[in-house]
Each structure stands twice: as structure tokens, then as C-alpha cells.
């Protein structure tokens, strides 16, 4: 990878890292796993970066990596998964501080969404980022109507949870 390939990647993985950390929450329960989650979104990203042509924005792209990564991960939680280092400094990502108390008033929502299946969190991941129908199909690589269907079953099951 060229050094401006490589500058280009630091420069949008610092941009958009909230959205791999918002990710992480939505998969982890503690900030060990949390963490552990982030470094290894950012090694999947990193490895599939020159693959990246730019047909849909970074963080499209960015969101199906990370996406794909925690579901996977998570399906095999008994197994090990190998991972390479990764020396954020090296490449000059700083990562910013995750503030577990600023997300508190949200537990709540969380709590409920952990409840839902792999796919059901992502749709909910994405539509509270306020993506819209057409880049989450996109994402998830699901049809537009699909997506808007599975989005009014989830609101549905997430108001049974937590109004029961």
C-alpha cells in the first residue's frame, strides 16, 4: 500500500471512528471487549482497504466491514479468532476516549437492543444514525422494502421489550 493510500486510511478512520465505536457498544457488553472489538474493526478495514474503490462512500463501505466483522465475531464467542498487531501509533490513529457515562441515559435502549438478533441490530444501528432506507439495503445487501419491513417488526419488538 503507497503512503498515501496509507495516510488516506488515518485520515478516514480518524474522521468516522465514533460510528466503529458505536458499533463496538452495540456488540460488547464491557470496555475490555469494546476495545478489543475496535482494534480488530480497524485491522478488517485496514486489510480491506485497498479493495476499497470509492463506488459508495467510506463510511458505507466502513459500515459493512465493521458490521460483518462484529456479527462474525460474535457468532464464534467460544472460539479464538487470530488477530495481527496493530500499532496505532504507528500509523498516527489516535483514538479518542469512549465516555461510558455520557451514554448512560441510553442503557435503556441498549439493553433492549442487545435482545435483538444480529441483522435487527444493525438495521436499528444504522436507522438511529439516520441512514436512510436506500444506504442501509445497500449495507446490509437486502432490498429497500425489505429493509423498511424488518425496521417496523423491530420498533414493534423493541417497544414489547421495554414497555412489557
Known amino acids: 500500500m503507497s503512503l498515501s493510500t496509507e495516510k488516506d486510511f488515518v485520515k478516514q478512520l480518524q474522521e468516522h471512528q465514533n460510528l466503529i465505536h458505536k458499533i463496538c457498544?452495540?456488540?460488547?457488553?464491557?470496555?475490555d471487549a469494546h476495545k478489543d472489538l475496535f482494534q480488530e474493526i480497524t485491522?478488517?478495514?485496514?486489510?480491506a482497504y485497498p479493495a476499497f474503490r470509492g463506488d459508495a462512500k467510506f463510511t458505507t463501505w466502513a459500515y459493512r466491514v465493521a458490521l460483518?466483522?462484529?456479527?462474525?465475531?460474535?457468532r464464534k464467542k467460544g472460539r479464538t479468532?487470530?488477530?495481527?498487531?496493530?500499532?496505532s501509533k504507528l500509523h498516527k490513529v489516535d483514538q479518542d476516549e469512549y465516555n461510558y457515562e455520557e451514554e448512560?441515559?441510553?442503557?435503556?435502549?441498549?439493553?433492549?437492543?442487545?435482545?435483538?438478533?444480529?441483522?435487527?441490530?444493525a438495521l436499528v444501528f444504522m436507522y438511529l444514525e439516520d441512514k436512510d432506507y436506500t444506504e442501509i439495503a445497500e449495507t446490509l445487501g437486502i432490498s429497500e422494502v425489505n429493509a423498511?419491513?424488518?425496521?417496523?417488526?423491530?420498533?414493534?419488538?423493541l417497544k414489547k421489550i421495554l414497555n412489557p
Open 25 to 31: 457498544r452495540l456488540y460488547t457488553n464491557d470496555e
Open 43 to 47: 485491522i478488517q478495514l485496514w486489510k
Open 68 to 74: 460483518n466483522t462484529a456479527i462474525t465475531l460474535y
Open 81 to 87: 479468532v487470530s488477530t495481527i498487531e496493530f500499532d
Open 104 to 121: 448512560e441515559h441510553i442503557k435503556q435502549l441498549y439493553k433492549a437492543v442487545q435482545q435483538l438478533n444480529d441483522i435487527e441490530k
Open 148 to 157: 423498511r419491513v424488518k425496521m417496523n417488526r423491530i420498533k414493534g419488538k
